[in-house]
C-alpha cells in the first residue's frame, strides 16, 4: 500500500464529520475505516493519512489493521461487488467454476477482480452462509441461489435490469406488529429465506392481504429451518392444522390465501372469487400453476413430522412461530421470565451453580463447560468486568449463529444479561461479522427496544444491576472467532491471538476480567433457569447436554437448519432430518466442524454426536456444520479446500500455522496434480502432527484436522492420485472430458463451451479438443443427454 | 517466589516470570528468534518451544509462565526435532543466499565479497586478512588460477564478470610493496610438532596454517628448491619465479622449518618425533607410503582428511590427482584444521563442523533486474586512484553485486540452523519469497524475502513510540514488515535505527559500510 500513490481525492468534510460521529480513540480504527470503505467502495490512502491526522490512530496501526481484515480494499472497485460464496456447501456444487465463468464473462484481465469497464468486482467470500441455495453469489444486496456456469453470466443481467427498475432487496425490515390475530401467514424473512425467494412471497400475500381486507395477519417470523422447502408459507387458522405451502411461486400466493380466508365485504367476495378464477385459467396451462402440483407443494403438520418430530428446540424454541422483534410475544412465550427469576430470586452464585449443573459446554467449539468459565469470571478480579457476545462465525458451511441472531435476538440478549449479572459484568458487547448485516441489524433494533423496555441500561428491570450493552461489527477474519483475537479486534488491533494463559477470564478486553461466550451458548440460558438444570442435563447424553443446533447441507435432499439432542447418531440426522442423499449419489463421508473439524466416513455414521465421540474420530463439533459428501466428491480436493480456507485465514503470528499450513497446502496441491511422491504423503504427516500440537491457538491447533481424517479414512484415494488418478473426477489435472456414442449431434456443447474445444459438427456424435479444453464442466452441465463423462486422464493420454 | 524444574535443574523464579526466564536463570539456553527484552512477546518463531510433563503438546517458553511445580524438558529428542521443524519451516520460503556463488565455487573457500568490501573501503591490512584466512598464496594464484569464481559471478549476466584473481593479485602485490606487508597474528606456541611432507601448494598451505595456530611446524621436500609443481612444472612466463619466492618467504618467516632436498620414504616413521603427519607429496606419490589407497590415492576420511593411520593425514593431490593450485591451497587450510583439533581434542576426533549456507534457488529474471539496479554501486562513488590502488581497480571493486547476506555472521537464523542441523529444502515446494533488496540513504537495506517476521522492528518501535515506526501489513503467509504509507524504512525508525538492525535476527535489516552512493547520508545518523 502506498498513499502516495493514489491520486483519488476524499471528501474531507464529509470524513470530519463521521470521525466527529465516531470518536478519536485510538480503538476506534475499525469503524472508521468501515465507513470509508462504505462511502468509496474501497479505502483512498490520502483518507487513511488524514485519519492518523485527526485521531489518536497511529499510521502504523492503520495500515496494519486495514490490511489485516479481508473486508477491506486498497485499489478501487467496481461499482457493484459480485460476492461468490465458497463456502463448503458452494464448494461442493461447484462455486469455483461459477468464479472462473464470471471472470471469463466479465473479461477480467488476468489476476484482475475487476472489468475492465469497472462495472463488477468479483470476490470470493468464505461463506454467506445461504448454504441451501448453493452455489451462491450475492451482488450488492440481492442474492442469486442455486447459479450454474450457464446461468451465471444471467443473473449479471438481472441483476443490472432490477437496478435499472429501481428495484431494493435485503431491506427486510422486520417491523414487530402488534396485531393480536389467531389467523396468521407466517413467512420467515431470514437473509436466507429472503433470497430464497420469501420476500417475494411476503410481498405477494401483503398485497392479497390489504386488496381483499382479509382478516389476517402477514407475520414475519424467525427461521423455520427447512430451508430446502423455500420458497414457503405457513397457514396458521384459527381451530385448524395449520398448513405449510412449500417452493410456491409469487403467482400462487393469491389463489392459496384466499382458499383459507373468505374477503370480508360482499363486493371483495365477489372480486375474490372472481380473481380466484382467472388466477386459475391464467395460471393452470403453466406446469408450474396447477392446481394438482400446488396440492403436492401443501405439507401438513404430519408430513414434516419425520423433520420437525425427531428435533429438540431449545436454542430455537418457538421455531418459525414467532417475530423476531415482537417483543411483547416474545415475553408471552415465556421471554425474560428467565431474567426476571434470576435477577429477583437468584444470586450471581445460584445463577451460575444452575448453568454447572446442566452441564452446558461451550458451543463454539472447543465444548469447554460453561459454568465453569462464569465461576472464574465470576472469581476474577479487575476494575472492570465485560462479557462478549461471539458472533464472529466464520466457518465455510456454517449459519446457525446468524440464524438464531437474526431469529431470536431477545433469547441472545436476555442470556447475555443473565450472564453479565452472574459474573458481575457491567457491559456487554456483541462481536458479529460483517458478512451478517442482517444479524447486525436486527440485533441493534432489538437493543434498542429492550433499551427502551427497561431491560437493559441501569437498573434492569428496576432492580439494582445495570448492563450496557452494545454492537461491534467484525471487518472479515476467521481467526476473530479466537476469543483473544476477538477481544485485539475490538480493541481496535489486527486480530492475532495470544498465548493462553492469561486466559481472557483473567485478563481479556483492556485487560480486565471478561466472559467469552458463543451465541449458541446464550440461547440456551434462558431456557436452563426457566425449567432447571435437571431437565436440560436430562436431554443430550451424559457429558455433552442439551442440544446442538446443526446446519446440513451438501449431497442431502433437505438442506436444512436443525436443534437436535445431543448423541443422536450422524445416519439419524442424515436419514431421518434430512431426507438421505440427494439424487443416486452413495454418502461417502460427512465433514463435521469446518475447517477445524474433519471427514467422518460413511462406516462409522452410527457415531452419536458428542464432544467426546467426534474428538475420538479426529472430527470435531466445531461450530456446527454439518456437510454430506457423496462418491463424486474427492476427499484430498476436500482437504485441499480447508487447508485453503485456514491457510488463507491464518493471522500470521505462529511459524507452524503461517508457514506450516502453507507448505501442507503446496504438497496438497502436489499431491492434486498428480506429481506428489510417497515422501511428501510422509512429509504431509509430519508437518500436519506437528502443526496440531506446536501451534499457538485452535485456528492452528486444528487446521491439520481435515487433512488428517482424509488421510487416516481415506488414503487409498491419496494413493491414487499419486498414481495420477482422481477416483471421484474432480481434480481437474488428472481428468479429462469425453463424449459417448450416445450424443445426437445437437451442437449445444459446442455453444455452450466457452474455449471452443468442441467442434461444431451437427448431427454427429461431437469430440472434445482436450489440449484446449480448460474442465469447466459447462458442457456436461449442459448436455441434454448425458453424453459427456469425465474419464480419468491417463486414458486419455494412453490412447 | 515459584519453584519449577527445567532438565533435572530445580530454579527458583519471581512469580509471572516465562519458562524462558527460568531457564535463563538456571543457565539453560533456549534458542529464540522473536523473543526480545521490553516489547510485547511477538510469540512468533517457535524455536523456543518446550514441552511440560503431564501436558499435551509443545509451548513456547518465551510466553508460557513458569507456574509453581512444572516439570519441563527443554533438550529432548522430540524437542529438537520441533525447533530443527520451526527452523526449516522459515528457510523454506527464505530468500537469500548466506554465501556468494563466487566463494561457494572458490575451492579455496575465499571470502570474495568481503574481500572486496575490504578494499573498497581502501583497507588493504584487512583485504589481506581475509585474504589470507583462506589463501596463503595469493600472488601466486593470482597468476595461475583458472578463476572458477569468475564463472559463477552474477555480474557475468549484466556485462562481465568481476577480475576476482586480478583484485587479490593486486591486492598482494600493493601489500608486498608497502613498508610492512600484512602478517597474520600467531597463537600461542602449543608446543606440538607437526611435520608436512611437500612443499608444493598443499603442503606450503597447511604449514602456513599450522603456523598460525602456534604449532611448530616443519616442511619436508625431495627437491632442492620449495614450491613443487609450482616451481617444476609452471613457466616463468607463467608465474614469476619473484612472486612464489616471495610468498613462500612470507611462509618461511612464520617460525615453519624447511628441509629440502629430502625424500621422506616411511611419514609413519615421523610419528615417533612429531605429533601428526601431513603428506602432501602431489600426484602417484601415494603408493610410496604403505598406507590404504584407493583409485585415486591415499584413502582419507572425508571430513577430517585423516589416513587409516591416526596421526597421519593427507591433502592435495596425493588424495585426489588435480591441476589446481586452489584446490591444494584450500586442502591444506582444511586440514591444518583437522591436525589442529586432532592435537587439541586428544579423545575423539571429531569432524569439522560444516557450516550452514542457505541457498536460494535460482533468481527469476525480475528479481535479477531489481537485484542489479539495487546494487550497482556506481554513479556518484568518485573513483580516484590511491598510491595503494590504481583508480581502475577501485573501479572494479566497485562493480562487485555484494551477492553475500549482509549479516552473514550475525545470523540467529543461520546459528541455530547449523546448531540444530537443519535442512532447508525438507519442504522444498519451491515456493520461497522474492527475493528483493530495498537501499535507504542511510545505508540501510532491507531484504523482506529474508524477513522471518519475528516483530522486533516493529515491537521496538512501538515500545518507543516512534512515529510513524514499522508495522505488520497483511496476514497469513502474505505478511510482511514495512513502513506505513510508503516512508523510507529508515527514517520511519527514528531513534530505534540502530537498535531495530542490531534486533533483527536475520539478513532482512542491515547497513552498507559504506552508505549507497545513491542517496545521501541521513543526518549523518547510520
Known amino acids: 500500500m502506498n498513499g502516495n500513490n493514489s491520486k483519488e481525492t476524499f471528501d474531507k468534510s464529509w470524513l470530519d464529520e463521521t470521525i466527529a460521529g465516531t470518536g478519536r480513540s485510538a480503538d476506534k480504527v475499525i469503524p472508521l475505516l468501515q465507513a470509508v470503505q462504505r462511502q468509496y467502495n474501497y479505502l483512498p490512502g490520502e483518507a487513511l493519512e488524514y485519519i492518523c491526522s485527526q485521531t489518536d490512530i497511529t499510521p502504523a496501526s492503520i495500515c496494519g489493521v486495514s490490511t489485516f481484515y479481508s473486508q477491506f480494499r486498497h485499489r478501487p472497485a467496481g461499482r457493484h461487488t459480485v460476492n461468490i460464496c465458497i463456502g463448503t456447501a458452494c464448494h461442493v456444487k461447484g462455486a469455483n467454476l461459477i468464479y472462473d465463468a464470471l471472470h471469463r464473462h466479465l473479461g477480467c484481465a488476468g489476476d484482475d477482480d475487476t472489468d475492465p469497464e469497472g462495472v463488477f468486482t468479483l470476490q470470493k467470500v468464505s461463506c454467506l452462509g445461504c448454504c441451501s441455495l448453493a452455489p451462491a453469489v450475492q451482488i450488492d444486496t440481492f442474492t442469486y441461489g442455486h447459479v450454474t456456469t450457464s446461468s451465471a453470466p444471467g443473473i449479471l443481467k438481472d441483476f443490472l435490469r432490477r437496478q435499472k427498475n429501481g428495484e431494493e432487496n435485503g431491506k427486510n425490515n422486520a417491523s414487530p406488529s402488534h396485531v393480536n390475530q389467531t389467523n396468521e401467514i407466517r413467512i420467515s424473512l431470514d437473509s436466507c429465506c429472503a433470497a430464497g425467494g420469501n420476500d417475494k412471497i411476503d410481498e405477494a400475500a401483503r398485497s392479497i392481504v390489504t386488496k381483499f381486507n382479509l382478516p389476517v395477519h402477514v407475520k414475519k417470523v424467525g427461521c423455520v429451518g427447512m430451508c430446502y422447502q423455500t420458497p414457503l408459507m405457513e397457514i396458521v387458522q384459527k381451530d385448524r392444522e395449520s398448513q405449510f405451502y412449500v417452493k410456491i411461486d409469487p403467482e400462487d400466493v393469491g389463489g392459496i390465501i384466499l382458499k383459507h380466508f373468505e374477503p370480508t365485504g360482499f363486493f371483495n367476495r365477489i372480486h375474490g372469487a372472481a380473481y380466484s378464477f382467472a388466477e386459475t385459467l391464467l395460471t393452470s396451462p403453466s406446469p408450474k400453476g396447477t392446481q394438482q402440483d400446488r396440492m403436492e407443494r401443501r405439507i401438513n403438520h404430519k408430513s414434516v413430522e419425520s423433520f420437525i418430530g425427531v428435533q429438540k428446540y431449545i436454542a430455537s424454541e418457538h421455531s418459525g412461530s414467532i417475530g423476531p422483534l415482537d417483543i411483547e410475544e416474545y415475553a408471552k412465550a415465556g421471554g425474560f421470565k428467565a431474567l426476571q427469576l434470576a435477577l429477583c430470586k437468584y444470586s450471581p452464585a445460584q445463577v451460575i451453580d444452575m448453568v454447572v449443573d446442566s452441564g452446558l459446554r461451550g458451543r463454539g467449539g472447543a465444548g469447554f463447560p460453561t459454568g465453569v468459565k462464569w465461576k472464574l469470571v465470576h472469581e476474577a478480579t479487575g476494575q472492570k468486568t465485560y462479557v462478549i457476545c461471539n458472533g464472529d462465525e466464520g466457518d465455510p458451511g456454517a449459519f446457525m449463529d446468524r440464524m438464531l441472531l437474526e431469529s431470536y435476538p431477545f433469547r441472545i440478549i436476555e442470556g447475555m444479561i443473565i450472564a453479565a449479572y452472574a459474573v458481575g459484568a457491567s457491559e456487554g458487547i456483541f462481536y458479529i461479522r460483517a458478512e451478517y448485516p442482517f444479524a447486525l441489524a436486527r440485533i441493534r433494533e432489538a437493543l434498542d427496544i429492550c433499551r427502551e423496555r427497561g431491560y437493559i441500561g441501569s437498573n434492569v428491570m428496576g432492580g439494582p444491576f445495570s448492563i450496557d450493552l452494545r454492537v461491534v461489527e467484525g471487518a472479515g477474519a476467521f481467526v476473530c472467532g479466537e476469543e483473544t483475537a476477538l477481544i485485539k479486534s475490538i480493541e481496535g488491533k489486527r486480530g492475532m491471538p495470544d498465548f493462553k494463559p492469561p486466559f481472557p477470564a483473567q485478563q481479556g478486553l483492556w485487560g480486565q476480567p471478561t466472559l467469552v461466550n458463543n451465541c449458541e451458548t446464550l440461547a440456551n440460558v434462558a431456557w436452563i433457569i426457566r425449567n432447571g438444570s435437571s431437565r436440560f442435563a436430562a436431554t443430550g447424553t451424559r457429558g455433552s447436554a442439551g442440544t446442538k443446533v446443526f446446519s446440513l447441507a451438501g449431497k442431502i435432499r433437505n438442506t436444512a437448519l436443525i436443534e437436535i439432542p445431543m448423541g443422536m447418531t450422524i445416519r439419524q440426522i442424515i436419514e431421518d432430518i434430512g431426507g438421505g442423499i440427494a439424487g443416486d449419489g452413495k454418502i461417502k463421508a460427512v465433514q463435521i466442524g469446518g475447517p477445524s473439524g474433519g471427514c467422518i466416513p460413511a462406516r462409522l455414521c452410527d457415531t452419536p454426536v458428542d464432544y467426546e465421540q467426534l474428538l475420538k474420530h479426529g472430527a470435531m463439533m466445531g461450530s456446527g456444520g454439518l456437510v454430506v459428501l457423496d462418491e463424486t466428491d474427492c476427499m484430498v480436493d476436500i482437504a485441499k479446500y480447508f487447508l485453503t480456507f485456514t491457510q488463507d485465514q491464518s493471522c500470521g503470528r505462529c511459524t507452524f500455522c503461517r508457514v506450516g499450513t502453507h507448505r501442507m497446502l503446496n504438497i496438497l496441491d502436489k499431491i492434486c496434480t498428480g506429481k506428489g511422491t510417497r515422501t511428501d504423503l510422509q512429509t504431509l504427516e509430519d508437518l500436519a502432527t506437528n502443526i496440531k500440537e506446536t501451534s499457538l491457538c485452535g485456528l492452528g491447533k486444528t487446521a491439520p484436522n481435515p487433512v488428517l481424517t482424509t488421510l487416516k479414512y481415506f488414503r487409498e484415494e491419496y494413493e491414487a492420485h499419486l498414481r495420477g488418478e482422481c477416483p471421484a473426477g474432480k481434480c481437474k489435472d488428472l481428468i479429462s472430458y469425453t463424449i459417448d456414442d450416445t450424443c445426437k449431434g445437437c451442437t449445444i456443447c459446442s455453444q455452450i463451451c466457452p474455449v471452443e474445444a468442441v467442434a461444431y459438427t451437427p448431427y454427429q456424435r461431437h469430440t472434445i479438443d482436450d489440449s484446449a479444453c480448460t474442465r469447466c464442466d459447462t458442457c456436461r452441465a449442459g448436455c441434454p443427454e448425458d453424453s459427456i463423462k469425465i474419464i480419468s486422464r491417463k486414458k486419455v493420454e494412453a490412447r | ?526
Open chain 2, 1 to 526: 517466589m515459584i519453584r519449577i524444574t527445567i532438565d533435572e535443574n530445580t530454579v527458583e523464579i519471581e512469580e509471572g516470570a516465562t519458562i524462558l526466564d527460568a531457564a535463563k536463570r538456571a543457565g539453560i539456553r533456549i534458542p529464540t528468534l522473536c523473543h526480545y527484552e521490553g516489547i510485547e512477546p511477538p510469540v512468533s518463531c517457535f524455536v523456543c518451544v518446550v514441552k511440560i510433563e503431564g501436558r499435551s503438546g509443545f509451548v513456547p517458553s518465551c510466553s508460557a509462565r513458569a507456574e509453581h511445580g512444572i516439570v519441563v524438558q527443554s533438550q529432548t529428542d522430540e524437542i529438537r526435532t520441533r525447533r530443527r521443524q520451526a527452523l526449516e519451516l522459515l528457510l523454506s520460503e527464505h530468500a537469500g543466499d548466506c554465501e556468494a556463488p563466487c566463494k561457494r565455487i572458490c575451492p579455496a573457500g575465499l571470502d570474495i565479497p568481503e574481500m572486496i568490501r575490504r578494499m573498497e573501503s581502501g583497507d588493504i591490512d584487512g583485504g589481506m586478512h581475509t585474504i589470507k584466512s583462506s589463501i596463503p598464496l595469493p600472488g601466486v594464484l593470482g597468476h595461475i588460477c583458472p578463476a572458477p569464481c569468475e564463472k559463477g559471478c552474477r555480474r557475468k549476466k549484466t556485462d562481465s564478470a568481476i577480475t576476482i584473481r586480478e583484485l587479490h593479485k593486486q591486492a598482494a602485490s600493493a601489500d608486498l610493496n608497502t613498508a610492512e606487508p600484512w602478517r597474520p597474528s600467531i597463537q600461542k606456541s602449543t608446543g606440538k610438532k607437526v611435520a608436512v611432507i611437500g612443499a608444493g601448494p598443499a603442503g606450503l598451505s597447511a604449514s602456513y596454517y599450522l603456523a598460525c595456530k602456534g604449532h611448530a611446524c616443519t616442511l619436508f621436500d625431495k627437491n632442492p628448491v620449495a614450491g613443487g609443481a609450482l616451481a617444476y612444472e609452471i613457466s616463468e612466463s607463467d608465474l614469476p619465479r619473484a612472486v612464489l619466492k616471495s610468498e613462500i618467504a612470507a611462509i618461511q618467516s612464520l617460525g615453519v622449518r624447511f628441509v629440502l632436498d629430502k625424500e621422506i620414504l616411511s611419514p609413519q616413521e615421523l610419528l615417533g618425533t612429531y605429533d601428526a603427519v601431513v603428506l602432501a607429496t602431489g600426484e602417484n606419490s601415494a603408493e610410496h607410503f604403505g598406507l590404504e589407497c584407493d583409485k585415486h590415492g591415499v584413502k582419507v576420511q572425508s571430513d577430517t582428511s585423516m589416513t587409516v593411520k591416526a596421526g597421519v593425514f593427507a591433502c592435495g593431490a596425493a588424495v585426489l590427482p588435480g591441476k589446481i593450485a586452489a584446490r591444494s591451497v584450500g586442502q591444506g587450510n582444511k586440514t591444518a584444521d583437522a591436525v589442529d583439533r586432532y592435537l587439541n581434542i586428544a579423545e575423539t576426533m571429531r569432524p569439522a563442523p560444516k557450516g550452514f549456507d542457505c541457498r536460494m534457488s535460482k533468481m527469476s529474471d525480475e528479481e535479477f533486474s531489481q537485484f542489479t539496479q539495487s546494487a550497482t554501486r556506481k554513479s556518484s562513488i568518485d573513483v580516484r586512484g590511491t598510491d595503494k590502488m590504481p583508480a581502475e581497480i577501485i573501479s572494479e571493486l566497485h562493480r562487485c553485486y555484494q551477492c553475500d547476506c549482509g549479516k552473514k555472521e550475525a545470523c540467529a537464523l543461520r546459528e541455530y540452523a547449523h546448531e540444530y542441523e537443519a535442512f532447508q529444502r525438507r519442504f522444498d515446494t519451491g515456493n520461497r519469497k522474492i527475493y528483493s533488496r530495498r537501499e535507504h540513504a542511510s545505508g540501510l537495506v532491507y531484504e523482506p524475502g529474508k524477513c522471518i517476521t519475528c516483530g522486533r522492528c516493529a515491537g521496538i518501535t512501538a515500545s518507543k513510540n516512534i512515529a510513524p515506526g514499522l508495522t505488520f501489513f497483511g496476514r497469513g503467509s502474505g505478511v510482511y514488515v514495512d513502513a506505513p504509507f510508503g516512508h523510507p524504512m529508515d527514517l520511519a525508525m527514528g531513534d530505534a535505527f540502530n537498535e531495530c538492525v542490531k534486533a533483527c535476527p536475520t539478513g532482512a535489516l542491515w547497513v552498507r559500510n559504506t552508505p549507497h552512493p545513491n542517496g545521501r547520508l541521513r543526518n549523518g545518523k547510520a
